[in-house]
C-alpha cells in the first residue's frame, strides 16, 4: 500500500457499530474482491471490496471476515482469514500479511489461514440462528460478473437451507454513510492530494495542449503523493465538457474553450470528487463567466440547504429551483416555457439533467439509505452544472462536504473556485 497505516481503533470502532445492528445469535461474512483478469496471463490491481475495508483495513486478496458476536467461545466472535503465503508468491507477488501483522493492522485478535475457514465456519453455522450476507446493493450498480460474495453466498445456501439469512447490505449502508472523525481525516488528505494536482494542471494548461498531457499531470502528483485516480478523469475542452462522463481525453484544449476538470484524488481507498471548469487562455469570455457565476451561485446556495433532516430528493427539488431561475436570467429559458412545460419533463434538465450530489467515501457513488433524511456526519458532493451545447461549452462545479449541525464543513474550501481566483491562477501561469 502507499498510504500511511491507519490507526486500528477506526475498524475496531466500525465493528462494533455493525455488531450491535445484528440480530441476536447472528454471524456474518465478508470476502475480498476477487483479482480480475485482463488477457493472456494478465490481472488487475486488486480493487479491494469496501465492506471488508471497512471493518478491516485489509487491502489484500482472498480475505475473509467472519463476525459473530454472541458466539459462546469468546475467541470465534471475531475471526479474520489471510491467503497463507509461501517462499513462491513471496518471490513473484511480494510479501504478504503475517498473522501479526494483520492483527496489529485490524485489532483482531484471532487471524488463521484461509484452510481453516470451512471447518471453523461449519462449527459456528451449528450453534448460529442467522447469517448475514453480503451484496453489492447500489441501486446505480450493473451487476454483470460474479463475486466472491455472490459464489460464497450461493455454496452457504446450498450447504445450510434451514438458516435464516439477512442482507448485510442494508446495515452496512446505515453505518457507512455517516462518517467517523477517522474518516474525515482521510477524505481530508484525498482532497489536498488532489488540491495539489489541480493547482499543478493549472500552471500548465495553455492553449494547445493536448487533454492526455492535463492528465499525466494529475497522475504525476497524485501518485507522488500516494494517492491514485479516485475515478476514470474527466478531462473535456471545449464542445468535450457538454459530455457527462468524458474520458478519452485525446482533443487539443484551444484558445477561447473552457476546459473541465471532473478529476480527483483517492486515498487509502477514501475518494474525493472534484470538478472545476477553467478558461484555456487564461480569461473566461464574457458568457462563459455569466454562466460561471450562475453555477457558482447555486453550488454556494445547495452546499448550505443539504442540511440534516432534509430528504435528498427536496434537496435535488430546492438546487433545481434555483438553476431553473438561473437559466431564465441567462436567456436559456422563459417563464412562458416553465408554465407550459410537463411536470415530469421540466424544461431545466435540457441544461441540467443530472443529481445534485450524492453520497462519497470508500466509493465515489457512495452507499447510503438516499430514500431517509440526511443526517449529520454525510459526506456529499455537491455539483451543479449548466450545459450549453449549442453555445459549444459547459460549466460544472463541485465540491465536498461534510453535513453538520449548525453549518456543513466544505471539505474542498481551500481549492480555488471564484472566477478570480481561477483567472490569478492561470495570469500567474502565464508568467
Given at each position: 500500500m502507499r498510504y500511511q497505516a491507519i490507526a486500528p481503533e477506526l475498524y475496531v470502532h466500525n465493528r462494533a457499530n455493525l455488531s450491535r445492528l445484528m440480530l441476536p445469535n447472528s454471524l456474518a461474512v465478508l470476502n475480498a474482491n476477487d483479482i480480475l483478469p485482463t488477457n493472456a496471463d494478465g490481472t488487475l490491481p486488486l480493487h479491494q471490496n469496501a465492506d471488508l475495508f471497512y471493518l478491516t483495513g485489509v487491502d489484500q486478496e482472498e480475505t475473509v471476515l467472519l463476525l459473530y458476536p454472541d458466539a459462546h467461545d469468546e475467541k470465534m466472535r471475531e475471526i479474520l482469514f489471510l491467503r497463507e503465503t509461501n517462499d513462491s508468491i513471496a518471490r513473484w507477488e511480494g510479501h504478504k500479511l503475517t498473522k501479526a501483522e494483520a492483527s496489529k493492522l485490524t485489532g483482531i485478535k484471532r487471524v488463521e489461514w484461509l484452510s481453516e475457514f470451512w471447518p471453523l465456519f461449519h462449527r459456528l453455522m451449528c450453534e448460529c440462528d442467522h447469517v448475514y450476507l453480503n451484496s453489492n446493493e447500489h441501486k446505480r450498480a450493473q451487476v454483470r460478473v460474479g463475486t466472491r460474495d455472490a459464489r460464497f453466498a450461493r455454496a452457504v445456501q446450498a450447504r445450510y437451507p434451514l438458516h435464516d439469512y439477512q442482507r448485510l447490505a442494508r446495515l452496512m449502508h446505515r453505518l457507512r454513510a455517516v462518517k467517523s472523525k477517522f474518516e474525515i481525516e482521510l477524505l481530508r488528505q484525498a482532497c489536498a492530494i488532489?488540491?495539489?494536482?489541480?493547482?499543478?494542471?493549472?500552471?500548465?494548461?495553455?492553449?494547445?495542449?493536448?487533454?492526455?498531457?492535463?492528465?499525466?499531470?494529475?497522475?504525476?502528483?497524485?501518485?507522488?503523493?500516494?494517492?491514485?485516480?479516485?475515478?476514470?478523469?474527466?478531462?473535456?475542452?471545449?464542445?468535450?465538457?457538454?459530455?457527462?462522463?468524458?474520458?478519452?481525453?485525446?482533443?487539443?484544449?484551444?484558445?477561447?474553450?473552457?476546459?473541465?476538470?471532473?478529476?480527483?484524488?483517492?486515498?487509502?481507498?477514501?475518494?474525493?470528487?472534484?470538478?472545476?471548469?477553467?478558461?484555456?487562455?487564461?480569461?473566461?469570455?464574457?458568457?462563459?463567466?455569466?454562466?460561471?457565476?450562475?453555477?457558482?451561485?447555486?453550488?454556494?446556495?445547495?452546499?448550505?440547504?443539504?442540511?440534516?433532516?432534509?430528504?435528498?430528493?427536496?434537496?435535488?427539488?430546492?438546487?433545481?429551483a434555483l438553476i431553473e431561475k438561473e437559466l431564465v436570467d441567462l436567456g436559456l429559458l422563459k417563464m412562458a416555457q416553465i408554465k407550459k412545460q410537463d411536470p415530469d419533463k421540466p424544461a431545466l434538465k435540457k441544461y441540467f439533467m443530472h443529481g445534485i450530489g450524492h453520497p462519497l467515501g470508500l466509493d465515489v457513488h457512495d452507499v447510503g439509505l438516499t430514500t431517509e433524511p440526511i443526517q449529520p456526519g454525510w459526506v456529499l458532493t455537491v455539483e451543479p452544472g449548466i450545459y450549453i451545447p449549442d453555445e459549444g461549452f459547459a460549466v460544472r462545479l463541485e465540491n465536498n462536504i461534510v453535513v453538520q449541525d449548525g453549518g456543513n464543513l466544505d471539505l474542498m474550501s481551500d481549492i480555488p473556485i471564484e472566477a478570480d481566483e481561477i483567472e490569478t491562477l492561470m495570469r500567474r501561469r502565464a508568467r
Open positions: 488532489t488540491r495539489a494536482g489541480f493547482l499543478r494542471v493549472c500552471r500548465f494548461v495553455k492553449p494547445g495542449v493536448n487533454e492526455t498531457e492535463l492528465e499525466a499531470e494529475f497522475a504525476h502528483e497524485f501518485i507522488r503523493r500516494g494517492g491514485n485516480f479516485a475515478y476514470t478523469p474527466i478531462i473535456a475542452s471545449g464542445k468535450n465538457s457538454c459530455v457527462l462522463h468524458y474520458i478519452q481525453n485525446n482533443q487539443e484544449c484551444r484558445a477561447g474553450d473552457v476546459l473541465l476538470l471532473d478529476v480527483a484524488a483517492s486515498y487509502a481507498n477514501y475518494n474525493a470528487d472534484l470538478t472545476r471548469t477553467i478558461p484555456v487562455s487564461g480569461r473566461f469570455s464574457k458568457r462563459q463567466r455569466q454562466v460561471y457565476d450562475a453555477v457558482l451561485r447555486v453550488l454556494r446556495a445547495a452546499k448550505q440547504a443539504a442540511i440534516p433532516g432534509k430528504l435528498p430528493k427536496d434537496w435535488q427539488k430546492e438546487s433545481e
